[in-house]
């Protein structure tokens, strides 16, 4: 029965790669064929105009030379830095290039913004060694897990709702898949793994009822984000259902810390039942919602703060406004945040008592199906 699992999971895999390599989804709103984005490097600073009258930011003009990596073109141009664009350059440093190419006219190249591609992999890199360092065999395995939860989310539930699926059922399918690819290759085929993969998709199955009495009682629904007419242009081409994206986001944010929870609850429990055989199912049971209580003191406080540390810029713009209290609580931001925290924080405290049912009722043999699984 494993080996079928593991070859069902691989299998898996190859599907979503299949669909995602054939899927037709992507930017077809705005023709950009004659604009593309190129490396270069700056080669020297002629001269600068330059002021710092705004504090941390510098303000003025450059003029550079840069050459442009892939076809090592020689260009000299203005480098504009002003408040909202702003790019300062040196001598050596890599950056991106916008160039416009329309047909029968000069190229105009312009500076887009830094290359940190090589920064960015610098940091990858140093993450998965400090993984690796002290992590070892389980550093290993936690990359892998985080590998092929990216992969499922980006392969599979982007192009899915892209496409018009609805964003709440393909979400708790992506909790679900990243929860069994993630489990399995941390815990391999345990009681504690069956305890994680029936708990986290119940938690979002839970999570989703919530969203939809949210959404119902306080008039908000995906229409009222930040990006919705862009959005809704998106669903005039490709049938996208926005409505459904607000608890998609979340599933995603708060997917980490619902795992978290379970692994920490199921893992705590099948200790606690190897170390006293007379342990019964229900002191099991209120042994997991006691440790699940010292969890949930922190583990709110990090959603909660996550979501409004998000938000913080959009609340200092609207306080220089001089909203009013009521304004403030009922406007379309401040639901979307309430929901995307409340939901959030409601799916892990699920967790507790989820996890602490079937780990009490799984380690003690109550639920046979589970155990003759496991054992095959």
């Avoid at 793994?193 to 306080?218: C, D, E, H, K, Q």
């Avoid at 008592?353 to 009490?360: E, K, L």
Wanted: charged share 15%; glycine share 8%; with cysteine.
């Amino acid at each position: 029965m494993k080996k079928i699992i593991a070859i069902v999971l691989v299998v898996i895999l190859i599907g979503i790669f299949v669909y995602w390599n054939n899927a037709e989804f992507g930017n077809s709103r705005w023709k950009q064929d004659t604009i593309t984005y190129e490396k270069a490097k700056v080669i020297e600073v002629i001269s600068e105009e330059l002021n710092n009258d705004v504090p941390g930011i510098t303000l003025g003009i450059q003029r550079i030379k840069v050459e442009l990596l892939k076809s090592r073109d020689i260009l000299t141009l203005d480098n504009r830095l002003t408040q909202t664009h702003n790019v300062f350059v040196g001598e050596g440093s890599k950056i991106i290039m916008v160039a416009d190419k329309p047909e029968g006219v000069e190229p105009y190249y312009s500076v887009y913004n830094y290359d940190r591609i090589g920064g960015i992999t610098f940091y990858i890199i140093a993450f998965f060694i400090i993984l690796f360092a002290i992590g070892r065999i389980k550093g290993i395995k936690s990359a892998m897990a985080l590998i092929c939860s990216i992969f499922i989310i980006m392969c599979f539930m982007i192009p899915k709702i892209y496409q018009g699926s609805d964003p709440v059922l393909i979400s708790v399918i992506t909790a679900l898949l990243c929860s069994i690819f993630s489990v399995i290759i941390l815990y391999g085929f345990t009681k504690m793994s069956m305890v994680n993969l029936i708990s986290i998709p119940l938690g979002f199955i839970f999570g989703a009822a919530v969203f939809y009495l949210m959404s119902m009682t306080l008039h908000i629904t995906g229409f009222q984000m930040e990006d919705a007419e862009s959005l809704m242009l998106i669903m005039q081409e490709s049938g996208l259902k926005i409505h459904g994206l607000l608890f998609a986001s979340v599933a995603i944010s708060s997917l980490g810390a619902a795992m978290d929870v379970t692994v920490s609850i199921s893992s705590s429990l099948a200790e606690i039942a190897k170390l006293d055989d007379e342990a019964t199912s229900r002191t099991l049971f209120d042994s997991g919602m006691n440790i699940g209580k010292d969890i949930l003191g922190t583990m709110v406080n990090t959603l909660i703060f996550a979501f409004l540390g998000g938000s913080l810029t959009t609340i200092l713009v609207l306080i220089s406004y001089g909203v009013q209290f009521h304004q403030l609580i009922s406007s379309d931001f401040l639901g979307i945040e309430i929901i995307r925290g409340f939901i959030g924080t409601c799916v892990v405290i699920l967790m507790v008592p989820i996890s602490s049912f079937f780990s009490a009722n799984i380690y003690k043999d109550k639920l046979p199906i589970i155990n003759k699984l496991i054992r095959n």
